[in-house]
């Protein structure tokens, strides 16, 4: 009922749409980190939180980016850029992920997170890694703003619930779709640049 209810306002209901595909993107890459860092960058769940802290503080920087450059103004302006950078960072990300390991014994312990970064081709794959992130902020937040802006006063609250359903059934895809291209022969990394 609230999302029929909802989809009566086109505007806002897009915004939701639009930021359910966000929590797709973001459920994947928290779904993938753990095994790719394991799997693909021989490194110890230590080197995953520091993927997840570079992703947390691109966030950040991205949201803080928004509102710099709307100077509080309400609009769609940047969502299309942050979707395109969201696209690039996931593509750096699968050919930093590539490109690592030269060298590497992986016959040895994993490494952990000094071990981590003291490799050069670590770098790239956290680069990446916050470059995403940025670019997620520019994109999520202002379409937050949007749709409760744009939702009726009396029914904010209909949105909100609307959008966390939404939300919640993009994350519920995102393990679907990861699970079908694990499936595939996809490995973890292929499965995230898709």
Partial sequence: DVIRDCRRSPEPFFAILCIQ?????GAAFLTLILPIASQSLHASEDAALMLLAAFVTGLALGAALTNRVTRGRIDLTLPPIGAAGMALG?????????AYGEGLDRAAPQLDAAGFLARADAWPVLGAAVLLAVFAGLYVVPLNAVYVFLAPAAERARFVACSNV??????????????????????RTEAFGV
């Fill in 21 to 25: 595909w966000f929590w797709f993107a």
């Fill in 90 to 98: 996931a593509a750096l990300f699968w050919a930093a992920c590539a």
């Fill in 166 to 187: 939404m939300d919640s059934l993009g994350m519920v895809g995102s393990s679907l779709v990861a699970m079908a291209l694990l499936a595939a022969g996809l490995d």
